[in-house]
């Protein structure tokens, strides 16, 4: 028998993130729930091709935008089940355990949102990640996806949009999506960058404005700016 899980990691110049969150995996492939790595790359110059291919992943190149890149990784995979992690998110020890049980029949779940650094404020922005996603079934990406392969494309999967394409995925998903008993920490560079109160603003406003119909490039460039 196979394992179930394709593991999709969306990246551009991750060089220096990468490692970590491939090295989490190990207890996955262990136990013999990771069938493959799938790296879908967007043009990196920074040496993350080269970190894929030392870790035996399966490469696959395209135009940078996180939607169109999980996309065709999903198309690339072959596992029944489909994990989506960024590569800046690193699994805390013991997720295994919390997939191994619900492997068993088709579903869609998300991790609990944990920073790789203390303080109030990270506790803050993750505490309303994580009620975010059991009140309204609205994990971001960060938060790392796993969902069977025949729900995935039961609801179109992924779209290419260069933003919100989690959140676009998530409302599909509805309530089939469900939480883990497991964490996904991820990178606080960016709050710390520019701030926890200004980047938690930006990310809600955001998510506001593309609720209400906004266009996805025209939120991207306003979001990168």
């Known amino acids: ?3 179930p899980i394709s593991v999709i990691v969306p990246t551009v110049d991750a060089a220096g993130d990468l490692p970590a969150c491939l ?3 190990g207890e996955g492939l262990s136990l013999g ?4 790595l799938v790296i879908s790359d967007g043009g990196s110059v920074d040496g993350t091709q080269g970190v894929a291919e030392a870790a035996g992943a399966l490469l696959v ?7 169109g890149q999980l996309r065709r990784g999903a198309e690339a995979a ?9 590569a800046d ?3 805390a020890p013991g997720w295994s355990d919390a997939v191994l049980p619900v492997i068993a029949a088709p579903g869609a779940y998300h991790f609990r949102l944990h920073f790789d650094v203390p303080g109030f404020a990270p506790r803050l922005v993750a505490g309303w990640a994580n009620l975010r996603s059991r009140l309204f079934h609205l994990p971001y990406g960060d938060q790392g996806l796993l969902i069977h392969r025949a729900l995935y494309d039961a609801v179109g999967g992924y779209p290419d949009i260069p933003l919100m394409e989690d959140v676009a995925l998530a409302r599909r998903l509805g309530r089939k999506l469900g ?10 560079e960016k709050y710390r960058a520019q701030g926890w109160t200004r980047r938690g603003g930006r990310n809600l406003l955001t998510l506001g404005r593309y609720l209400a119909g906004a266009d996805p490039a025209i939120l991207a460039r306003a979001y990168r700016r």
């Open 1 to 3: 028998m196979r394992a």
């Open 33 to 36: 729930l990771i069938r493959e």
């Open 179 to 188: 939480p883990l008993a497991a964490r996904a920490i991820t990178s606080a």
């Open 89 to 91: 998110t690193v699994l």
């Open 61 to 67: 190149t395209g135009p940078p935008s996180r939607g």
């Open 23 to 25: 090295a989490a995996l």
């Open 78 to 86: 072959q596992g029944d089940w489909l994990l989506f992690l960024h």
